[in-house]
């Protein structure tokens, strides 16, 4: 696995190339061996959007590598380059690990290393992955996945948490704790990316909730029940839950949950409030149960979380 291979193609963003190439291409002196990096793909590639690169080894060197790197695609929308598919699908019948940074993992997707598998991507394109790929079991809210030898990350920065990780099995941690150190990152994040994911924009008017949910949202830290929201929408409960399963694919209750943690979490990034006063304000009663929900959301509790965004 020392020797590692980092595919560039055409239009590839910049960012992830960066991370691989300062993770894997730079010895520091933190272990006594350290990799033997090499860059594939396409002389000339256009990297970045403006950034020309000299490459000097083609994609058929990816079979001779113990790991293999795929960064971002250029538009996870496009097929993606046969050649580099095709590539790569030979480097893992060959015995390499492989690993996607952000979008590469509709390369790996394509090439059908993820069938069966857990795999993710930036949160941005995971509904776009588990449409193309079916048999791909997408999970949007990790950072990355190590299922053995096909590895995945989540959008960006996540990159640099994979690299690491990687370190982290080939040199032992106090190695990969050394080197983020080196290159002022955390070596480990907590928490997956649903944390860094928006909260969901307020639905349009054209369905029969339109009123009732921002009539909900107005109250969100008061104690609702299924019962008040289809009193308010003149409609039987049963008909209700129907509707907000056509609108919003959740339940009544998971929806009013799901409010309300997202209002915790925008409260938790923008005031001083404590957790027992934003368990109040929105609707979850106790500091015990906000952090229950929230950590079951985002994976951190709100302490943790606030340290991170507060503004």
């Known amino acids: 696995m020392r020797s590692v291979a980092l595919a560039v ?20 002196g933190l272990a006594p061996t350290w990799y033997e990096f090499t860059v594939c793909g396409e002389d000339g590639a256009a990297v970045g959007g403006w950034l020309t690169a000299g490459i000097r080894h083609g994609l058929d060197v990816l079979a001779a590598a113990g790991t293999v790197i795929v960064p971002s695609c ?31 993992a509709f390369v790996l997707a394509a090439a059908g290393l993820l069938d069966g598998r857990r795999a993710t991507t930036h949160w941005a394109h995971t509904a776009l992955l588990a449409e193309r790929h079916p048999a791909v079991q997408v999970d949007p809210g990790v950072l990355y996945i190590d299922d053995g030898d096909v590895l995945t990350s989540a959008g960006k920065a996540a990159g640099m948490d994979l690299c690491l990780h990687l370190v982290r099995q080939d040199h032992g ?39 009732l949910l921002p009539w909900a949202l107005e ?7 299924v019962r008040d929201l289809a009193r308010e929408a003149g409609m039987s409960e049963r008909n209700l839950a129907r509707h907000f399963h056509a609108v919003t694919g959740l339940s009544p209750l998971r929806w009013l949950l799901t409010q309300r943690v ?48 507060r503004a």
């Open 9 to 28: 193609t055409d239009g590839a963003p910049l960012f992830e190339l960066a991370a691989a190439c300062e993770v894997f291409g730079n010895d520091r």
């Open 173 to 211: 941690t106090a190695v990969a704790n050394a080197l983020a150190r080196t290159l002022v990152v955390p070596p480990h994040r907590q928490g997956g990316q649903a944390q860094y994911i928006p909260a969901p924009v307020a639905h349009g008017p054209a369905h029969a909730l339109a009123g």
């Open 74 to 104: 250029r538009d996870p929308e496009e097929p993606q380059p046969p050649a580099l598919v095709e590539a790569v699908r030979a480097a893992h019948a060959a015995g390499a690990r492989v690993a996607s940074l952000c979008t590469g």
């Open 219 to 225: 109250r969100i830290g008061q104690p609702l029940t």
């Open 262 to 309: 997202h209002r915790a979490q925008e409260l938790l990034e923008t005031s001083e409030l404590g957790v027992e006063q934003i368990a109040a304000r929105t609707g979850m009663g106790t500091a015990t149960t906000l952090r229950r929900h929230f950590s079951q959301q985002f994976g951190v509790p709100p302490e943790t979380y606030r340290r991170t965004f």
